[in-house]
């Protein structure tokens, strides 16, 4: 029995050197792949940030983030104690919302405040948002099938919504009112481009 060899010739009659993997090609592929990424994470920013950044000024922004996450808040407390793992995307898309919220308002209005001479009530809002992170830990460590689990949603809601009502009816609308439009849209900007760095 006889076993023949196939050789594989160019077109010139060379041999052809066996199939290497093209890195070029490859490292292509890969930097595609990177910048399809960073594309991806560049839309999902701007998708999460787009109702901020299309108010007309901060105030109006920021209510608006108060009514998202008043949503979020009405669909955990429609689940009940079989729906453990919608609580607990829920309780993760509040958490990322009321993150990027703190930043903001964290960042550029609360030293607004003080720089207008508002200091107790920036001091005092820094302070709610040192129990709204708390309440965040105690419901993300509550066994989410607790009967108590709902309680919590409750009582984190009555609190937090005393905070917006503050901010909404008082101190944001008496700040704006304060300040000059050119502060004002400043103001928007710098917390806009805040919210995009955690969005």
Not at 40 to 67: F, Y
Request: charged share 30%.
């Amino acid at each position: 029995m006889t076993t023949t060899t196939t050789i594989d010739r160019d077109s010139e009659g060379r041999t052809a050197k066996p199939d290497k993997p093209n890195l070029g090609l490859l490292a292509g592929a890969a930097t595609a792949g990177a910048a399809l990424g960073m594309l991806a994470m560049i839309g999902r920013k701007a998708a999460v940030q787009a109702p901020s950044a299309l108010a007309r000024d901060w105030v109006e922004a920021l209510t608006l983030e108060h009514k998202a996450v008043l949503k979020i808040f009405d669909a955990l407390e429609a689940t009940d104690s079989r729906n453990t793992t919608k609580r607990a995307m829920l309780l993760a898309q509040m958490k990322h919302a009321l993150v990027k919220h703190d930043v903001e308002e964290s960042s550029v209005i609360y030293p607004a405040l003080r720089e207008a001479g508002q200091v107790e009530a920036a001091d005092h809002l820094t302070k709610d948002h040192g129990y709204v992170k708390q309440h965040l830990y105690d419901l993300d460590n509550s066994p989410k099938d607790s009967p108590d689990f709902l309680i919590k949603v409750r009582k984190f809601r009555a609190d937090i919504e005393q905070h917006m009502t503050e901010e909404e009816t008082e101190l944001f609308p008496a700040l704006r009112a304060q300040l000059s439009e050119e502060k004002n849209k400043h103001l928007t900007s710098a917390m806009n481009k805040e919210g995009f760095k955690v969005a």
